[in-house]
């Protein structure tokens, strides 16, 4: 089994950095047939801004560029999506939200037909989000903070495209430090596939 875990932050000394590895270390310690790789959208420069071009892909008249071709085939060779991302402003940051926006097309993720219906191509991807809190607990549920971040992000994007959203996470730090949080990264990593390799040996 094959995962693509893609994660978005400048500073390769981040816990972001920390918590995406620890979760690629679950993956193999499950499992040593087990593979991944690593989309680190900073470090590769990948470009998130939505320009003509991709409009032009999504009313279908042009292919997607080389960059966006690339990262759908990624997803393509993936049995599971892990995304790993600090909050900023109550969302992910900009770069991931500029990959979503511009790899999760129209005709590629979802499509409509000529009634309007929507055809969801995604169904087969069960997609993990571990993100990191920076604000506590009592502010995230006085004000519903990760009650709008679930109906924005697994349901707006994710299930529109029909991918299941198979772990929400959002970590915040535990007692002193984030070593417990570093394990329970590393336990999602260790379970990534675990019910799908118990479907195929029913």
């Not at 772990?167 to 417990?180: F, K, R, Y």
Request: charged share 20%; with cysteine; net charge negative.
């Amino acid at each position: 089994m094959h995962a693509l875990i893609v994660f978005a932050h400048p500073d390769r000394a981040s816990l972001t950095h920390a918590l995406a590895a620890r979760i690629a270390a679950g993956i193999v310690e499950a499992d040593r047939t087990n593979t991944f790789e690593i989309a680190d959208l900073s470090a590769e420069g990948f470009d998130p801004r939505f320009t003509a071009a991709d409009i032009s892909v999504h009313m279908e008249v042009a292919t997607p560029p080389a960059d966006v071709a690339r990262e759908q085939a990624r997803i393509d060779r993936a049995d599971a999506l892990v995304l790993v991302y600090p909050v900023y402003w109550w969302s992910m940051p900009g770069v991931l939200k500029g990959w979503i926006d511009r790899v999760f097309a129209n005709g590629w993720a979802y499509a409509e037909t000529s009634d309007g219906k929507l055809i969801k191509r995604l169904g087969h991807l069960p997609v993990h989000l571990v993100a990191l809190a920076g604000a506590d607990a009592r502010t995230y549920a006085r004000h519903g903070y990760f009650g709008a971040m679930k109906t924005q992000i697994d349901h707006g994007i994710f299930n529109y495209c029909g991918a299941p959203v198979a772990t929400s996470e959002l970590l915040m730090p535990s007692g002193a430090t984030w070593d417990a949080q570093l394990e329970r990264v590393q336990a999602i990593g260790r379970s990534l596939f675990g019910a799908a390799k118990a479907a195929d040996a029913a």
